[in-house]
T-cell receptor
């Protein structure tokens, strides 16, 4: 079975600074990988996804993520955070032969002025 | 564009009461899912329906039942609510991947 680890429970970053959120997965084959964002009181919004091909994927809101097979990682980055990026971020892994997802526990991002 | 709509948004129940959470999607997706979200645990799959007429257990199905009423609607039922079922419940739908989520139902059981 696949699993996802997000090592950082909470990250605080200054507005305008760069952000990197870590995600490690466990899965025997090539996974489908996702990052979702959840603002307070809201549902989950897809930021970006990786299925195959180019290992650096671009998403919405200026986010990008890089798939590194050798490290079983799919870290999310943003060069310059805005106060509106304060939210909870979830990494998820899926399999190519079914539609179920496994989620990490999430990383809460606080943005200070 | 409504996407995935969940009702109600908030609910408070007493232990032992029953309740059905409703979910409807207007994207013509084949697959639908119910998750629960608890602090520090991410989202855990309760039940899913790969296509109309089929349902399967996920990671945490105990205490829940589901009905795939038609292609659009997928309901989650708590027959006898317990305090451990206090959570935020999310419905999602997809054609393969990725999944699209509703805004959630916040359920408290006293």
């Amino acid at each position: 079975a696949q699993s996802v680890t997000q090592p950082d429970i909470h990250i605080t970053v200054s507005e305008g600074a760069s952000l990197e959120l870590r995600c490690n997965y466990s899965y025997g084959a090539t996974p489908y990988l996702f990052w979702y964002v959840q603002s307070p009181g809201q549902g989950l919004q897809l930021l970006l996804k990786y299925f195959s091909g180019d290992t650096l994927v671009q998403g919405i809101k200026g986010f990008e993520a890089e798939f590194k097979r050798s490290q079983s990682s799919f870290n999310l980055r943003k060069p310059s955070v805005h106060w509106s990026d304060a939210a909870e971020y979830f990494c998820a892994v899926g399999r190519s032969n079914d539609y179920k997802l496994s989620f990490g526990a999430g990383t809460t991002v606080t943005v200070r002025a | 564009n409504a996407g995935v709509t969940q009702t109600p948004k908030f609910q408070v129940l007493k232990t032992g009461q029953s309740m059905t959470l409703q979910c409807a999607q207007d994207m013509n997706h084949n697959s639908m899912y119910w998750y629960r979200q608890d602090p520090g645990m991410g989202l855990r799959l309760i039940y899913y329906s790969a296509s109309e007429g089929t349902t399967d257990k996920g990671e945490v199905p105990n205490g829940y039942n589901v009905s795939r009423l038609n292609k659009r609607e997928f309901s989650l039922r708590l027959e006898s609510a317990a305090p451990s079922q206090t959570s935020v419940y999310f419905c999602a739908s997809s054609v393969n991947q990725p999944q699209h989520f509703g805004d959630g139902t916040r359920l408290s059981i006293l």
